[in-house]
């Protein structure tokens, strides 16, 4: 049995945070996985940034609840699913993901957590564990299961390096220079087609 493990955000979904930046015109929010690689500094930075600007949790839902997935994500991923077992691996956060699931048809999500206060400040951040998505990855492959695992940045790296098969999709430039190994996809059906077929590797 083969799973395949994706990322979300720039795989699935637009970057959230890129669309809390458009909307509220905070620059420094801009910054994703693809530019910092170690995501506590990351999420450290991201939290000052909306303590500074006075952005609760109500501003970034709103935002989120008007978006919806790529064009073509939702059929790339029902092509996955009728074929293998599929399970998101994400650095978000379920209380940004549900509305994006839904439009999905509620697929296995791993990601972490938000400390929100009552007032909707939000406080802080609790990951599952540390690089997740490697782990997980690496205990699929501890049951015996053939690990397929594709991702746009940084953090989807390890995820892609402990996997059986192994692809970037619309990646920047930089995370493919550093990584220049495995293959790259834009396309959501040649992806689908390298995923399900491709014989794993050692």
Not at 23 to 48: A, F, N, P, Q, V
Not at 130 to 157: I, P, Q, R, W
Request: hydrophobic share 40%; glycine share 4%.
């Amino acid at each position: 049995m083969r799973v395949i493990c994706l990322d979300m955000e720039g795989v699935l979904v637009p970057e959230i945070w890129l669309s809390v930046a458009a909307k509220t015109g905070i620059e420094e929010l801009k910054l994703t996985t693809r530019d910092i690689k170690d995501y506590d500094e990351l999420m450290r930075h991201r939290l000052k940034v909306l303590d500074e600007h006075g952005i609760k949790m109500d501003v970034i839902q709103s935002v989120i609840a008007d978006m919806g997935p790529m064009d073509g994500a939702k059929e790339f991923l029902d092509e996955l699913r009728s074929q293998a077992q599929v399970i998101i691996l994400s650095d978000t956060f379920y209380g940004f993901a549900k509305p994006l699931m839904e439009q999905l048809d509620w697929p296995t999500l791993f990601c972490h957590y938000l400390d929100v206060a009552d007032d909707g400040h939000i406080s802080g951040y609790r990951l599952r564990t540390t690089d997740h998505k490697t782990k997980s990855v690496k205990a699929l492959k501890e049951l015996n299961f053939v690990t397929a695992a594709m991702g746009d940045s940084y953090n989807d790296t390890g995820m892609i390096q402990a996997a059986h098969v192994s692809a970037f999709f619309r990646s920047p430039q930089n995370v493919l220079d550093d990584f220049p190994a495995y293959p790259h996809f834009t396309d959501y059906a040649k992806a689908a087609q390298y995923l399900l077929n491709t014989e794993p590797n050692s």
